[in-house]
């Protein structure tokens, strides 16, 4: 079975620094991916980046970008220019990479650090 | 275009009482999911729809919980016989076929067991 574990439940940051959110996980499969969501107090979970695990090179999105280190099964999110809004929940997810027609493809989460942008 | 809905977003029911909530995914998703998030943790899965085909209902947690998606859109999750165990947040997401790990959630509903 997959684990997902996110071991800072807080973390804080003042505005325009650069702030690194921990994950890491537990699986026996080669072919996976990997996702970082957002979820703002209006709890509308939103995705903010996908790292396919056969990729070496590390996904980008703007200000965010992360740290996939495959052999010790770490992905970190860094957020780049924090702004205010950028205060959330986040969850670190796993996605077994499954493509024949009835795959479930469910994801599982860790259990999320709460990020607060200081003004 | 519209997103994924839920309704209603709040839920109380007393222990004992049935209790449905519907998802309405966005149009053309053939995939549906349904997560359960407890106070204070991440989302847990517990069922998952191809169309109307329920494929996997290996996450829900007893037989009390139910699922449908009849016409291959809308969902509905049913819990019968509430307990305060189940009170937690329940989240929909829905994805196209096209690419199968993209998943869009929609707002939850928030049920609390008295």
């Known amino acids: 079975a997959q684990t997902v574990t996110q071991s800072q439940p807080e973390m804080s940051v003042q505005e325009a620094e650069t702030v690194t959110l921990s994950c890491t996980y537990d699986?026996?499969?080669?072919?996976?991916?990997l996702f970082w969501y957002k979820q703002p107090p209006s709890r509308q979970m939103i995705l903010v980046i996908r790292q396919e695990a056969y990729k070496q090179q590390n996904a980008t999105e703007n200000r965010f970008s992360v740290n996939f280190q495959k052999a010790a099964k770490s992905f970190s999110l860094k957020i780049s220019d924090s702004q205010l809004g950028d205060t959330a929940m986040y969850f670190c997810?796993?996605?077994?990479?499954?493509?024949?027609?009835?795959?479930?493809?469910?994801?599982?989460f860790g259990t999320g650090t709460l990020l607060a942008v200081q003004p | 275009g519209a997103g994924v809905s839920q309704s209603p977003r709040y839920k109380v029911a007393k222990r004992g009482q049935d209790v449905a909530l519907r998802c309405d995914p966005i149009s053309g998703h053939v995939s549906l999911f349904w997560y359960q998030q407890a106070l204070g943790q991440g989302p847990e899965f517990l069922t998952y729809f191809q169309n109307e085909a329920q494929l996997d209902k290996s996450g829900l947690p007893s037989d009390r919980f139910f699922a449908e998606r009849p016409e291959g859109s809308v969902s509905t999750l049913k819990i019968q016989r509430t307990q305060q165990e189940d009170s937690a947040v329940y989240l929909c997401?829905?994805?196209?076929?096209?690419?199968?790990?993209?998943?869009?959630f929609g707002p939850g509903t928030r049920l609390t067991v008295l």
């Open positions: 997401a829905s994805g196209p076929k096209s690419s199968y790990n993209e998943q869009f």
């Open positions: 699986t026996s499969e080669n072919n996976y991916y």
């Open positions: 997810a796993f996605m077994k990479h499954e493509d024949y027609g009835g795959a479930t493809n469910k994801l599982i």
